[in-house]
């Protein structure tokens, strides 16, 4: 017999169904010992307040339902003899002093029993709602939902590596803003940059101070101070630049230019016109004078 039978069969009085409750019991033990407990949880409701004995440490299904029906039939037989006691009525002094006690009123709510009856309601709800939770369905969900959780939080962080390592690949050879395709392989002569430079200006900055990078970097290289290496950042060029015997003053000249340049061209506000000009004339001082002092 299933759990379930067992419950129907529960709905009568214990003691008017008591051999056929211990019966079940028994038999539930015997054929399905794990769903006993729930079998006894819903006896427990019928006993009228009164709790269940206690399970004797290490006893089996079987002994535990042999327990139970020992208590029920001592139970039914306690029950069966205070029905047989005859209860004495009250005379009619003792009546009309009781209902005097009664009528107080520290007894007034007494007889109200809308309130026992929503929290009886409140307590069956809140019973139904924890044995909901703690089921075996409930706990199967929670452990689905953190699998799938777990499982979306590992495919952001690999969607973010797969597209941080996109990006590098797609990074500039030379930081300068333009494509491989629009990238010369080798640099023209820095006059002739300088000279595309001042004519972007007007209606492109953002070309020309690109055009004067590319002044920089060729100016550089003809005095043998950077190699012509399209792999490095601008600023990793100009660290390298003590350790080819560049001046003092040309390495803090470049890595001023060089900053400003990564600031300006890669920020997402217009160059303005006037600081393109003074970042192009920068260029253009340092490479006709590279050995002296250059104005900020």
């Known amino acids: 017999m299933s759990a379930l039978s067992l419950l129907v069969l529960l709905t009568a009085l214990p003691c008017a169904e008591r ?12 054929t399905q010992p794990s769903q006993l407990p729930a079998a006894l949880e819903g006896l427990t409701p019928r006993l009228r307040g009164v709790p269940l004995p206690p399970a004797e440490e290490g ?49 007034a709510q007494a ?6 009856l929503l929290k009886q309601w409140m307590r069956r709800i809140e019973g139904w709602l924890e044995g909901l939770f703690e089921s075996r369905e409930a706990q199967g969900f929670a ?3 953190r699998a799938v959780m777990l499982g979306l939080a590992l495919a952001v962080v690999l969607w973010g590596v ?15 803003g333009a494509t491989l395709a629009e990238r010369p392989l080798v640099l023209d002569a820095p006059p002739e940059h300088l000279r595309r430079a001042r004519a972007a200006l007007p209606h492109d900055a953002r070309e020309g101070i ?3 990078l590319l002044a920089l970097l060729s100016s550089l290289e003809e005095r043998r101070w950077a190699r012509p290496d399209r792999v ?39 160059v303005r016109e006037d600081e393109a000009t003074r970042f192009i004339d920068a260029v253009e001082r340092l490479h006709r004078e590279p050995g002296a002092e250059v104005a900020a």
């Open 143 to 145: 452990v689905a939902t």
């Open 232 to 270: 490095r950042t601008n600023r990793e060029l100009a660290a390298e630049l003590p350790s080819r015997g560049a001046p003092a003053a040309v390495v803090g000249e470049v890595e001023r230019l060089v900053r400003w340049y990564d600031q300006t061209f890669y920020s997402l506000t217009p």
């Open 19 to 30: 051999e056929a409750t211990a019966h079940s019991l028994e038999e539930l033990a015997r």
């Open 111 to 116: 007889r109200k029993r809308h309130g026992d």
């Open 162 to 176: 797969l597209r941080l390592r996109e990006r590098r690949l797609r990074r500039p050879v030379a930081t300068t």
């Open 210 to 212: 690109r055009e004067g």
């Open 59 to 107: 006893a089996t299904a079987p002994q535990r339902a042999k327990q139970v029906a020992d208590f029920l039939e001592h139970l039914c037989a306690l029950e069966a003899r205070r029905d047989e006691v005859p209860v004495p009525e009250l005379s009619t002094e003792e009546q009309g002093r009781l209902k005097a006690i009664l009528d107080r009123p520290e007894f």
